[in-house]
């Protein structure tokens, strides 16, 4: 679901939910809730996210919930992002891939696509250069080894690449032509 039927469900989830005892209900609620805050109310959606976040930390401490809560942060970072705050949303994707890599490895599809969270994030910070190498000398080996070439995922990566070496302001004449290459 998206949009008004999306944010309507979280409303109402929230609504059921809240004066449950057991927490897990309550945050699946306001997950709900802030999933659907994320595009439309993102200021509010904030607020929602990171509440739900501390609730989330307070009651769980398995891996199967750190997973959980990796999730939880990401939709952050995406929320931070739609209000501005760039520099809270690249913090926050460093530690989501980092705490991805020491989970999963850095081959698997999760930490592939934490990675490449945070190279958008590193290219909207203006780091241009970490941001191409962590995609040429992380993410599209380890896209290439494990989902293989034409995958959307490895796809997406190569685009991303293309797209930083296109917008960095001292880009080369070599870049251009890199970039060109990577998107036929």
């Known amino acids: 679901f998206h949009g008004a039927v999306c944010l309507a469900l979280g409303w109402a989830c929230w609504k059921t939910y809240l004066g449950r005892p057991e927490p897990g209900v309550r ?3 306001m997950g709900v809730l802030g999933r659907g805050l994320i595009n ?3 200021a509010e959606g904030v607020s929602v996210l990171e509440a739900n976040l501390a609730l989330v930390k307070r009651y769980s ?3 199967a919930n750190r997973r959980n809560t990796l999730v939880l942060q990401a939709n952050l970072a995406n929320c931070l992002v739609n209000v501005g705050r760039q520099d809270e949303a ?3 994707r460093r530690g989501i891939h980092a705490e991805c890599v020491a989970l999963n490895g ?3 599809e999760a930490t592939i696509s934490a990675g490449s969270n945070l190279a958008i ?3 909207c910070a203006g780091l241009w250069d970490e941001s191409q190498s962590l995609i040429r000398n992380q993410l599209l080996p380890a896209a290439r080894r494990t989902l293989g070439h034409d995958k959307h995922t490895t796809l997406s990566l190569s685009q991303n690449l293309a797209v930083s070496l296109q917008g ?3 880009c080369t004449r070599e870049d251009l ?3 060109e290459t990577i998107m036929q």
Do not use: F, I, Q
């Open 27 to 29: 945050a699946s609620g």
């Open 40 to 42: 439309s109310r993102p």
């Open 61 to 63: 401490d398995s891996k």
């Open 90 to 92: 690249l913090a926050l």
């Open 106 to 108: 850095v081959s698997h």
């Open 121 to 123: 994030s590193l290219d």
């Open 168 to 170: 960095n302001p001292k």
């Open 177 to 179: 032509l890199e970039a």
